[in-house]
């Protein structure tokens, strides 16, 4: 009987540790199973976040150049100087030269007050009128399309270009003449540039991408459709209740074109009235997340059979499990490095190919506090092209333009250090930012640009000895814990201001505080002048 009795205990505890075991078991699965379902959902927002402002960046910039074109094109116009063979001549340059930099670029049209063509690009034979086709430009619809907006970028929807036969999405400014209205230049981007663009992006076997303005009109869809192309968004839920009412933000949304449900992203693209959407559908997120489930459930039931192979069986899910999020690390690194990369282009200034003065002032802090901890010296110069007015007024804005790039090739060559920068300042203002330097060391390399930018024998009759020439403000300081850029700029201006003062194409000093010299200091600069 006692033994019975112990064998019964046995079984009694047995059979509870099996339950207790099996419960606690089931409870880590069902949490471990409600952590991965959130882990997807938010990789789900991660991804479409960055994919949303990869392209809204990527939109942005080439939205910028085609503006950009136009406005050129506007301020060639607007020179009563040239003859009009010599502007006819000097747009087709400027637009053969862009379409090499800005390969998205499909078709040029500018159209005076009565609907005549003044410029077409690329001069191409007319092509077959199709269905979806632009209209002809008459003085009507050029009234009714641009009237009351003169200033503004006119985004159209997407339409087949006249001029190439080729869907583009047309971008239009008015032209003005004292004040009234003259016609209008009209640049069509190709909507294959932003397909191919859309195409290139991972966002699963039923995700979906849309460009769309704010007004609610839809320009391109993913997956694509020509009927998609111009499509109302008003009474969609995308757009009523979320785009429309923030700049970005999630949503999920069963959506009205393929009874999807999917998790949305929305953005706006800067500066221009237009929003992107990047979408990932609901079972593609969970996809991984299900075979997961069905993975723990076989392990559930073999560790109720076998319960010697459960150990083995959740090492092989583990790892099943960490493969899947090492992919979509992976995933994720991708597109930090596309953001990332896309953000080192807008530090750049887009003519000259250096950096910008956003750029400059997020080095020059980080070099002043720097400094300011080492108590080592550092020299900002500026640059400034003498008689640039005169310059443009003479050979014209697009020679000007050439003008500044050589100018920026030299500047960059100067530099011998890593550390120096190079960076336009703004208009024809240049700077060099040189830490570990003092005033003698950068007054030497100043000079050292300004003899190379004479040595390029740029023609200006407009300056003393024919030739483009250039002034510098030299600043030298030990910065301070309470020194703010604003004051080196203000600074190395005084002394630049006094170079132009004292009869240009020289390099004037300033010094605040006077830097401490030390041994170090002096090997940087013996270093720079060629001595070591």
């Not at 100087?81 to 637009?95: F, G, H, T």
């Not at 596309?338 to 956003?358: K, S, V």
């Not at 830490?435 to 004479?454: G, M, Y």
């Amino acid at each position: 009987m006692p033994l019975r009795r112990l064998n019964n205990k046995v079984r009694i505890i047995s059979l509870m540790l099996a339950i207790l075991g099996t419960a606690l078991f089931g409870y880590a699965l069902l949490n471990g199973s409600l952590s991965s379902r959130e882990a997807a959902f938010k990789s789900g927002e991660t991804a479409t976040l960055n994919i949303a402002t990869g392209l809204s960046i990527q939109v942005n910039l080439s939205f910028r150049a085609a503006d950009l074109l136009i406005q050129e094109i506007m301020a060639l116009e607007h020179q009563p100087q040239l003859p009009a063979v010599e502007l006819q001549r000097l747009i087709q340059d400027l637009l053969a030269r862009q379409s090499r930099l800005f390969p998205e670029m499909d078709s040029v049209l500018v159209i005076d007050e009565q609907g005549h063509t003044l410029q077409r690009w690329p001069a191409l034979q007319a092509v077959e009128v199709v269905p979806g086709m632009e209209p002809l430009s008459t003085p009507s619809t050029l009234r009714k399309d641009l009237q009351g907006k003169p200033t503004e970028l006119q985004i159209g929807t997407p339409v087949i270009s006249s001029v190439t036969g080729r869907w583009i999405i047309p971008l239009t400014r008015l032209r003005q003449r004292d004040g009234h209205p003259a016609g209008l230049v009209r640049v069509g981007v190709s909507l294959d540039h932003f397909i191919g663009l859309f195409n290139e992006v991972d966002i699963g076997r039923q995700g979906s991408l849309v460009l769309a303005t704010t007004t609610g009109t839809m320009l391109l869809r993913r997956p694509y459709g020509p009927q998609f192309l111009g499509k109302s968004m008003a009474d969609l839920p995308l757009y009523r209740d979320n785009a429309q009412q923030r700049r970005s933000g999630w949503a999920m949304i069963r959506s009205a074109q393929d009874d999807v449900v999917r998790l949305n992203y929305f953005t706006r693209v800067p500066d221009y009235p237009l929003f992107v959407t990047a979408a990932l559908s609901h079972d593609d997120m969970l996809a991984d997340w299900r075979e997961a489930q069905r993975a723990h459930l076989l392990v559930v039931i073999s560790a109720v059979l076998l319960v010697s192979l459960l150990t083995v069986y959740l090492l092989r899910v583990v790892r099943m499990r960490d493969l899947a999020e090492e992919e979509i690390e992976k995933k994720n690194l991708s597109l930090k490095l596309l953001t990332e990369n896309l953000r080192a282009q807008a530090m750049l200034d887009g003519m000259t190919g250096i950096p910008n003065r956003r750029y400059l002032d997020e080095q020059l802090q980080q070099v002043m506090h720097n400094a300011s901890r080492s108590k080592s010296a550092l020299s900002l110069v500026m640059f400034d092209v003498d008689y640039f007015k005169k310059y443009n007024d003479l050979y014209g804005h697009i020679q000007g333009d050439y003008c500044l790039q050589d100018i920026a090739r030299t500047l960059r060559a100067v530099l011998r250090r890593h550390g120096d920068l190079a960076a336009r300042y703004g208009g024809e203002e240049f700077a060099l930012l040189l830490p570990d330097t003092d005033l003698a060391a950068a007054h030497r390399i100043a000079q050292k640009v300004l003899d190379a930018v004479r040595a390029l024998k740029i023609p200006h009759q407009g300056n003393a000895g024919g030739v483009v020439t250039i002034s510098a403000g030299v600043m030298s300081c030990v910065a301070r814990a309470d020194m703010q850029i604003g004051d080196i700029f203000k600074a190395a201006d005084r002394a630049l201001y006094r170079a132009k003062e004292n009869g240009r194409d020289r390099v004037e000093d300033c010094q605040l505080p006077r830097p401490v010299v030390l041994g170090k200091q002096q090997d940087a600069s013996a270093t720079r002048d060629g001595t070591t």
